[in-house]
């Protein structure tokens, strides 16, 4: 389960207007975090049977069920069978994101503000991030 603002999120399909979010899974025995992002939409290209020309098709992604992209966390959440949630895994969203671009700004900012990969309690390795300031919608909400 996905909480934002420590409340339970469960939307019967993805929110259509946001692209995806900035979320933070914490081991609640451990006290391990990881932070990352995730997309609510998978737009992938497939040929269309009798067509020249391929199509897009948007689909809901699998953020109901994953657990980051970091292979020990992978690892760890495995070794507890079909239920992750056995083993108290705090899944939580930090910020909804309009745009592809806008969810790399927002989890590279918080990775470094929380200095994910000079801490041991952080399962990030590593902070990847190439952003042009074009793809990020300006919110007058956030004051930026």
């Known amino acids: 389960m996905w ?28 006290n391990k975090k990881y932070i990352g992002k995730k997309l609510f939409w998978n737009r992938r290209k497939t040929k269309v049977k009798g067509k020249s020309r391929a199509k897009y098709v948007t689909k809901e992604s699998d953020w109901r069920t994953y657990y980051g992209s970091n292979k020990l966390l992978q ?21 909804f994101c309009k745009t592809k671009g806008e969810c790399s700004y927002y989890e590279a900012k918080l990775q470094f503000e929380h200095d994910v990969i000079l ?23 956030d004051g930026e």
């Open 75 to 95: 690892e760890e959440v495995a070794s507890y069978g079909p239920d992750p949630e056995a083993k108290k895994y705090y899944r939580e969203i930090l910020r």
């Open 3 to 30: 909480y934002h603002e420590y409340k339970p999120y469960e939307p019967e399909t993805a929110p259509e207007e946001y692209i995806g979010f900035v979320y933070r899974i914490q081991d609640l025995d451990t």
């Open 119 to 141: 801490r041991d309690d952080y399962y990030n390795e590593y902070i990847q991030c190439r952003i042009n300031s074009r793809h990020i919608k300006k919110d007058e909400d």
